[in-house]
């Protein structure tokens, strides 16, 4: 004899990277279309901000309509209002209210029927915090607090900035919100598949002809200090399942709102590549018995 075993509860955790993680939107359009459920979600960053819009009811297809009206250079500098630097170079007023529009002001994440988190790094206890509830426009601020750009929120107690400062791309918090078959979707790994160096882009390359040597120094030692600790986070949660979309260097956390289209369609390609294995582990299995 045989019953028939339940799929397992599928988390999809989305992991920070500024414009680059715009890819994200691809993925979900092919798990939507290929009728891959998700139970539970984890962002980080931009993976946060998708996270959160998924969960309020945005389609894949609308928040590429959204990527592409921020790509608009006169729509995306409408955002930058430079402050004294204190606790951050950029004002976050505008992004905030703009949040607001899209999310509501007043929704919660408890109030989500989908269950996320969202990360974030607690500067009093410089701990990693996965935020299950309280205000959502907040919580979207806090997670992508990039320190340094951005002020960090203050939340619940917390003083918060972006989670990939410890943990970019939230595996353990899906484990940890009853997620069994875990996928990671990780925009910000090393940038290898062409180039070891900044110094190596070619001249033209928009990052190299914004940002000092000294900035792209920096920044190439912060991505290797993210991409070790994402490798052991995701090694600990056990995950299922890691996606790498082939985002070309030159879309980062600095650059890229303008190549939104092209972003996506790289999340798409990666999605499609795997996307028979995910429904082949995840598929409701028989179990004989007698």
């Not at 979600?41 to 928040?63: D, F, H, Q, V, W």
């Not at 090393?190 to 000294?214: M, N, V």
Request: some cysteine; proline content about 6%; overall charge neutral.
């Amino acid at each position: 004899m045989a019953d028939l075993i339940r799929r397992p509860k599928i988390g999809l955790a989305l992991g920070g990277g500024g414009a680059r993680g715009l890819a994200h939107i691809g993925v979900l359009e092919v798990f939507e279309r290929e009728g891959v459920p998700i139970d539970i979600m984890a962002g980080t960053s931009m993976g946060g901000i998708i996270t959160a819009l998924y969960a309020c009811g945005y389609s894949p297809e609308r928040m590429q309509e959204i990527a592409l009206e921020l790509g608009d250079i006169r729509n995306l500098l409408r955002f930058l209002e430079l402050a004294p630097p204190e606790r951050g170079i950029i004002r976050t007023d505008r992004i905030r209210a703009y949040l607001a529009e899209l999310i509501g002001k007043d929704r919660c994440i408890e109030d989500l029927t989908l269950p996320i988190a969202l990360t974030c790094v607690d500067l009093y206890s410089k701990k990693t915090v996965y935020l299950t509830k309280g205000n959502l426009v907040e919580a979207c601020m806090a997670t992508s607090a990039v320190p340094g750009l951005f002020p960090p929120v203050p939340f619940n107690g917390y003083l918060l900035v972006d989670g990939g400062v410890l943990d970019n791309v939230p595996a353990k918090a899906l484990r940890l919100l009853g997620a069994e078959y875990l996928i990671a979707v990780d925009v910000n790994h090393l940038l290898s598949e062409k180039h070891s160096q900044w110094s190596d882009l070619p001249k033209e390359a928009t990052i190299r002809k914004f940002l000092p040597a000294f900035a792209l120094d920096f920044y190439q030692a912060e991505i290797i200090m993210i991409s070790t600790l994402t490798n052991l986070n995701l090694k600990e949660a056990k995950t299922n399942l890691v996606i790498r979309p082939a985002i070309p260097s030159d879309v980062n956390i600095f650059f890229g709102f303008t190549h939104a289209l092209d972003t996506i369609q790289h999340g798409v390609h990666a999605a499609e590549q795997v996307i028979g294995k995910i429904k082949t582990e995840t598929r409701p299995k028989l179990r004989f018995f007698g």
